[in-house]
């Protein structure tokens, strides 16, 4: 609750800022790689699909299945990860960083802060995994809650996304 609400704070000051700049902030925006940001999107989505499934998986006992869907979960994730760093380095190669204006510091900060949360999210994957292997053929109370705390962490990671990508990408087009 502390990261959504600390997100919200970031998301309202970032709102009033464009609000008051709409001029740099659009011009700033579409410099920017939609179809990078919705294929992150796209990515992030069906990995929250796979961890939702696998969470299915479990509560039904099947743990081929759930080792199957947190394998798929993690590479996608992963997915993001590569789209991400290409998007930045892309940026970054070009000259555009955090100093080049309001609009690429708050981009650099709320994406940032959100990659940060996404590799905490790629552990969590990983360990998840890592526990259901282990796992004998009957899926434990344990594992359920533990499985269902990382589930709800790594739709928290696609939430922030899904609000990230139309506030920063999508403005002004």
């Avoid at 869907?69 to 992963?78: D, E, K, N, P, V």
């Avoid at 590569?82 to 204006?101: A, C, D, F, Q």
């Amino acid at each position: 609750m502390a990261d959504c609400a600390s997100f919200a704070v970031l998301f309202l000051v970032f709102m009033t800022e464009r609000s008051q700049q709409r001029t740099l902030f659009s011009a700033s925006a579409a410099q920017l790689d939609v179809p990078l940001g919705l294929a992150n999107t796209l990515i992030l989505l069906t990995s929250g699909w796979l961890v939702a499934r696998a969470t299915a998986s479990a509560e039904a006992g099947d743990r081929d299945a759930v080792v199957r869907h947190l394998g798929l979960a993690l590479a996608s994730g992963a997915a993001f990860g590569l789209v991400k760093i290409v998007e930045y380095w892309r940026k970054i190669s070009t000259g555009t960083t955090p100093l080049t204006n309001d609009f690429f510091s708050y981009y650099f900060v709320l994406t940032g802060l959100h990659f940060l949360h996404y590799l905490a999210g790629i552990g969590v994957l990983i360990l998840l995994l890592s526990k259901a292997r282990r796992q004998g053929t009957a899926i434990d109370q344990n594992f359920l809650r533990f499985l269902g705390s990382g589930a709800i962490y790594w739709h928290l990671v696609d939430l922030l996304w899904i609000f990230l990508f139309p506030m920063l990408y999508l403005q002004g087009r």
